[in-house]
């Protein structure tokens, strides 16, 4: 509608990997991505620290875009780790007005009074209060700023407390696990949108001013499915990094041992579908006709089977008692077996007669999530399965 309009790209926050190798990988991936298609802001967490601050640090550095984080701080002095805010400006002619504009972006997380975390030297990260902060950052940002943006991972009612607390805020960007909501205001009271998680979800954003200032602030979440195409540059980098993952993990099985079942209580241990054949041949015989059998070969192809951001989901007993390790270890786990949803069989195995084995949808939403299984309908998948 307005393809000459300028486009800011920003991130709310927890956007990277765990402190694994593969979610380190991950995390570098995002970065690198992030710059390519020209980020102009993100928002750093308590998650985006999970790597260590340093690691973090040194990732960041590689970034084309400011990492922000204005209650993120220094125990010692106060100081910000990273820089609280930036100031993007829009010059004439970029945009439909006749004078710059400038969007003042500011990052704050979640409050975490008993936060704490040490440098390799010894310094000491902590975590201010985010309204506090606010309280301070706002005003002089406000003076130099058309437009104030709150890049943020607080829930929906600690942004209210801050924006009640702390005005000059005009638009909230916010990320808190699946949520995706706004409240449609319209100036001059802040508007707020959260966009959910995983980058499934595109929060957009149409910010329209007029000679009095913002006037209009119009919001949509489409969801990034099959509808729109993949960047065949960036799928090709995506691509490039899960073969790097998968690489690295593949190595690593080479040295893992399995668990020794002596080590394991006998209740925990899992003795996977064909062992639960012979009482259960009607509900075997379902089973393997099912998704959930082969479910390992869809990584295979994919070249994906030793990912541990993939694998957790098509396996049985992942990384628990004597389940599933890797591929090569412990392939008698691979694929969603009966116990992958039942839970280990030792007890039922020691004794029949107990309860064992009762289930439902939330079992099946443990995997089959909103992103990554959006068309699922527990009704519907049920009945493909039903034993």
């Known amino acids: 509608m307005f393809p ?7 991130d709310s926050g927890e956007f990277s990997g765990d402190n694994s ?8 991936t995002l970065l690198e991505g992030m710059s390519r ?20 640090q ?75 902060t606010a309280a301070r950052l706002v005003p002089p940002l406000r003076q130099q700023s058309d437009l104030v943006i709150l890049l943020t991972n607080l829930t929906a009612p600690e942004v209210d407390t801050l924006l009640a607390a702390v005005p000059g805020v005009d638009l909230v960007l916010a990320g808190d696990g699946e949520l995706v909501s706004d409240n449609m ?60 993952i ?43 006709k099912s998704g959930h059998a082969h479910a390992m070969q869809s990584l295979i192809d994919v070249g994906q089977e030793f990912n541990p951001l993939c694998v957790a989901c098509h396996v049985t007993g992942n990384r628990r008692a004597n389940g599933f390790r890797n591929i090569k270890l412990t392939p008698d786990f691979a694929n969603v077996q009966c116990e992958a949803c039942h839970d280990a069989a030792g007890g039922h195995m020691e004794d029949p007669s107990k309860p064992y084995g009762k289930l439902d949808e939330n079992r099946c939403v443990s995997c089959h999530t909103k992103d990554n299984s959006p068309e699922f309908v527990f009704p519907s998948y049920w009945e493909r399965i039903r034993h």
Request: aromatic letters at 10%.
């Open 4 to 10: 000459q309009a300028p486009v800011l790209w920003v």
């Open 21 to 28: 190798a593969a979610g380190k990988f991950q995390t570098e």
């Open 37 to 56: 298609l020209g980020y102009t802001a993100a928002n750093v967490t308590e998650r985006e620290l999970s790597v260590g601050i340093e690691q973090f």
């Open 58 to 132: 040194t990732l960041a550095a590689k970034a084309e875009f400011p990492l922000l984080s204005g209650n993120i701080v220094w125990q010692a002095d106060g100081k910000p780790v990273f820089a609280p805010a930036t100031i993007k400006t829009l010059a004439p002619g970029s945009w439909r007005g006749d004078a710059p504009l400038r969007v003042g972006i500011l990052g704050l997380c979640k409050g975490n009074a008993g936060f704490l975390m040490r440098t390799s030297d010894d310094r000491k990260v902590v975590i201010q209060s985010p309204v506090k």
């Open 185 to 244: 205001a319209s100036p001059p009271r802040a508007s707020v949108m959260y966009a959910g998680n995983q980058g499934k979800r595109l929060g957009e954003v149409r910010v329209f001013f007029n000679h009095q200032g913002l006037s209009q602030v119009i919001k949509n979440h489409p969801f990034l499915d099959s509808r729109f195409p993949l960047d065949p540059v960036l799928k090709t980098f995506e691509d490039e990094a899960n073969v790097k």
């Open 246 to 288: 998968n690489d690295f993990y593949r190595e690593a099985a080479a040295t893992e041992t399995s668990v020794v079942p002596g080590q394991v209580l006998p209740q925990s241990l899992f003795f996977g579908a064909a062992e639960c054949k012979s009482c259960h041949e009607a509900a075997y015989s379902v089973w393997e």
